[in-house]
């Protein structure tokens, strides 16, 4: 679990985060990218994923990758409320000497552990960093990666669904954020995708916590783990 107290500062919770997004100014913001993946993030940081911003770099840490990248003041904001980057940093987003870009960068920003850019590559990270922990003989860590549904509509997605089910990478989980962005895909079918792969699938409303909570711990021995996490159409 994470630490959900600032180090000499205040403990943040789900009801902070809201003033935490408010403090982020400026173009670009990208709104709706950021709030559909509240829910999500706050549910994975304060009770699933293992780490502490106290060691960021623990090798025995899960690893959790953004790859819907853009709109990511609700990833800096829930990084903030758990410690692992200063509150003061939140009213600089985007400005030119700020650490928080328009897209996370992993030298710049503490517990970031991809730079976040072109959609698509996320997942196919992800599949490479469970390897990669397999062959180092690491079987605690769990490898998470947030993507958005629009982003099912790269190739490069669909090449690492359909390796991640045979190769049996059970360490490995997504969470897709579905809020009918997707230009290609059909409504209603992305979790039946990864299941055609060999993949374990959980649909649920992005917005429960503990729906969400429950889909995040379900077991999936042998397979990889996929949670399409539904919440309100994008606005235009």
Known sequence: MTITEEPGARTYGYADLPGLMSLMTGDEKH?????????????????????????????????????????????????????????????????????????????????????????????????????????????????????????????????AIAFAGPAGLDRLHTVVVDNASAGHALPGGIAARFEAAGWSAVTVDGRDHEALYAAFTAPHPGRPHVVVARVEPKSA
Do not use: C
């Not at 939140?90 to 517990?111: A, E, K, M």
């Open 31 to 159: 709104g709706p990218a950021a709030t559909s993946t509240l829910d999500v993030l706050w549910v994975l940081y304060d009770r699933v994923l293992r780490g502490s911003p106290e060691r960021p770099d623990d090798p025995g840490r899960d690893r959790f990758l953004l790859s819907k990248g853009h709109g990511p003041m609700a990833y800096y904001a829930v990084l903030a409320a758990k410690g692992y980057l200063p509150v003061d940093w939140l009213p600089g987003f985007g400005s030119y000497d700020s650490p928080l870009g328009h897209h996370p960068d992993r030298t710049l920003v503490p517990g970031v552990e991809i730079g976040s850019g072109s959609l698509g590559h996320g997942l196919p990270i992800a599949v490479g960093t469970a390897l990669g922990l397999r062959a180092q003989g690491r079987h605690d860590p769990q490898v998470w990666v947030l993507i958005g549904d629009a982003e099912l509509d790269e190739g490069s997605n669909h090449e």
